[in-house]
Protein backbone atom coordinates (compact mmCIF):
# COMPACT_ATOMS: atom_id res chain seq x y z
CA UNK A 1 0.00 0.00 0.00
CA UNK A 2 1.12 3.52 -0.05
CA UNK A 3 0.94 6.48 2.49
CA UNK A 4 -0.60 9.78 0.90
CA UNK A 5 0.19 13.15 2.16
CA UNK A 6 -1.51 16.45 0.33
CA UNK A 7 -0.06 19.93 0.14
CA UNK A 8 -0.62 23.56 -1.67
CA UNK A 9 -3.88 23.89 -0.25
CA UNK A 10 -4.83 27.39 1.32
CA UNK A 11 -7.28 30.71 1.06
CA UNK A 12 -7.42 32.50 -2.28
CA UNK A 13 -9.52 34.95 -3.78
CA UNK A 14 -12.34 34.30 -6.37
CA UNK A 15 -10.91 34.02 -9.65
CA UNK A 16 -7.51 32.88 -8.32
CA UNK A 17 -5.01 29.56 -8.53
CA UNK A 18 -3.88 26.83 -7.04
CA UNK A 19 -2.07 23.69 -7.55
CA UNK A 20 -2.45 20.80 -5.09
CA UNK A 21 0.25 18.00 -4.57
CA UNK A 22 0.00 14.66 -3.49
CA UNK A 23 3.32 12.32 -2.58
CA UNK A 24 3.19 8.68 -2.20
CA UNK A 25 5.51 6.67 0.09
CA UNK A 26 5.55 2.93 -0.72
CA UNK A 27 6.25 0.72 -4.19
CA UNK A 28 4.19 0.66 -7.00
CA UNK A 29 2.88 4.37 -7.42
CA UNK A 30 3.19 3.98 -10.88
CA UNK A 31 0.53 1.47 -11.33
CA UNK A 32 -2.17 2.82 -8.97
CA UNK A 33 -4.83 5.24 -9.93
CA UNK A 34 -5.13 8.20 -8.38
CA UNK A 35 -7.81 10.77 -7.74
CA UNK A 36 -8.37 14.02 -5.69
CA UNK A 37 -12.20 14.02 -3.72
CA UNK A 38 -13.31 16.94 -1.79
CA UNK A 39 -15.35 17.54 1.02
CA UNK A 40 -18.03 20.33 2.00
CA UNK A 41 -19.22 21.22 4.77
CA UNK A 42 -22.50 19.45 5.64
CA UNK A 43 -21.57 17.43 2.22
CA UNK A 44 -20.47 14.10 1.12
CA UNK A 45 -17.30 13.39 0.22
CA UNK A 46 -16.97 13.70 -4.07
CA UNK A 47 -14.66 12.51 -6.91
CA UNK A 48 -12.82 16.05 -8.55
CA UNK A 49 -10.70 14.27 -11.09
CA UNK A 50 -9.33 10.93 -11.81
CA UNK A 51 -6.34 9.92 -13.39
CA UNK A 52 -5.53 5.82 -14.09
CA UNK A 53 -2.20 4.60 -14.50
CA UNK A 54 -1.86 5.17 -17.98
CA UNK A 55 -3.40 9.13 -18.01
CA UNK A 56 -6.48 8.50 -18.61
CA UNK A 57 -8.12 11.28 -16.74
CA UNK A 58 -11.91 11.90 -15.67
CA UNK A 59 -13.52 15.36 -13.74
CA UNK A 60 -16.44 16.22 -12.34
CA UNK A 61 -18.38 18.62 -14.25
CA UNK A 62 -18.53 21.64 -11.98
CA UNK A 63 -14.33 21.56 -12.23
CA UNK A 64 -13.78 20.74 -16.34
CA UNK A 65 -12.51 23.26 -17.90
CA UNK A 66 -10.95 24.84 -14.70
CA UNK A 67 -9.24 22.10 -12.88
CA UNK A 68 -6.16 19.63 -14.22
CA UNK A 69 -5.01 16.18 -12.70
CA UNK A 70 -1.54 15.57 -13.91
CA UNK A 71 0.95 12.65 -12.30
CA UNK A 72 4.86 12.30 -12.06
CA UNK A 73 5.58 8.87 -11.52
CA UNK A 74 9.21 9.78 -11.37
CA UNK A 75 8.90 11.66 -7.91
CA UNK A 76 5.79 9.47 -6.89
CA UNK A 77 3.38 12.53 -7.01
CA UNK A 78 -0.28 13.71 -8.54
CA UNK A 79 -1.04 16.86 -8.77
CA UNK A 80 -4.24 19.17 -9.32
CA UNK A 81 -3.93 22.40 -10.97
CA UNK A 82 -7.17 24.49 -9.75
CA UNK A 83 -7.61 27.44 -11.95
CA UNK A 84 -10.64 30.16 -12.24
CA UNK A 85 -11.72 29.19 -8.58
CA UNK A 86 -14.67 30.11 -6.91
CA UNK A 87 -16.29 30.16 -3.71
CA UNK A 88 -18.04 26.84 -4.36
CA UNK A 89 -14.81 25.31 -4.59
CA UNK A 90 -14.55 25.66 -1.00
CA UNK A 91 -13.38 22.40 0.74
CA UNK A 92 -11.12 19.56 2.38
CA UNK A 93 -9.43 18.29 -0.70
CA UNK A 94 -8.54 14.32 -0.57
CA UNK A 95 -5.74 12.48 -2.66
CA UNK A 96 -6.77 8.76 -3.03
CA UNK A 97 -4.78 5.91 -4.32
CA UNK A 98 -6.28 2.51 -5.64
CA UNK A 99 -5.10 -0.71 -6.49
CA UNK A 100 -7.04 -3.82 -6.50
CA UNK A 101 -8.33 -4.23 -2.71
CA UNK A 102 -5.94 -1.49 -1.56
CA UNK A 103 -7.56 2.03 -0.81
CA UNK A 104 -5.42 4.58 0.37
CA UNK A 105 -6.44 8.37 1.63
CA UNK A 106 -4.26 11.39 2.72
CA UNK A 107 -5.26 13.57 5.31
CA UNK A 108 -6.80 15.98 3.39
CA UNK A 109 -5.74 20.37 2.54
CA UNK A 110 -8.20 23.11 3.18
CA UNK A 111 -8.57 25.22 0.46
CA UNK A 112 -11.11 28.33 1.10
CA UNK A 113 -12.06 30.24 -1.64
CA UNK A 114 -13.20 34.15 -0.37
CA UNK A 115 -12.66 37.71 -0.65
Known amino acids: QVQLVESGGGLVQPGGSLRLSCVAS????????MGWYRQAPGKERELVAG???????NYADPVKGRFTISRDNAKNTVYLQMNSLKPEDTAVYYC?????????WGQGTQVTVSS
Open 26 to 33: GSLFSIYT
Open 51 to 57: ITSINIT
Open 96 to 104: NGRRGPFNN
